[in-house]
């Protein structure tokens, strides 16, 4: 079992920054990429952005040029670096990581950390 843990969210003003960090552990694994998405009250959980162990990433439009996804491979972590919140970014932000556990392929997800941005 591969487990994610994250930290970082909190409260901020429109117009502030906040990282969030995500260290995936466990052992007998190797990780194919690792992402963040978000879920706001009342709507579906969508992509934020992902970065692919070979540093390839994907970032959603809606936050593109503010947000930046970075992971360090050799921690088994993934940062969301988040500046500019506008108060539409509050959500709950669940860290994602995919890849290989033993013989098995596994989708782990994190506990969520809100992230509330205050106009």
């Known amino acids: 079992q591969v487990q994610l843990v994250e930290s970082g969210g909190g409260l901020v003003q429109a117009g502030g920054s906040l990282r969030l960090s995500c260290a995936a552990s466990g052992s007998m694994f190797s990780i194919d990429a690792m992402g963040w998405y978000r879920q706001a009250p009342g709507k579906q959980r969508e992509l934020v952005a992902t970065v692919t162990i070979e540093g390839r990433s994907n970032v959603a439009d809606s936050v593109k040029g503010r947000f930046t996804i970075s992971r360090n491979n050799a921690k088994n972590t993934v940062y969301l670096q988040m500046n500019s919140l506008k108060p539409e970014d509050t959500a709950v932000y669940y860290c994602?990581?995919?890849?290989?556990?033993?013989?098995?392929?596994?989708?782990?997800w994190g506990q969520g950390t809100q992230v509330t941005v205050s106009s």
């Open positions: 994602n990581s995919e890849g290989r556990l033993r013989m098995s392929r596994f989708s782990s």
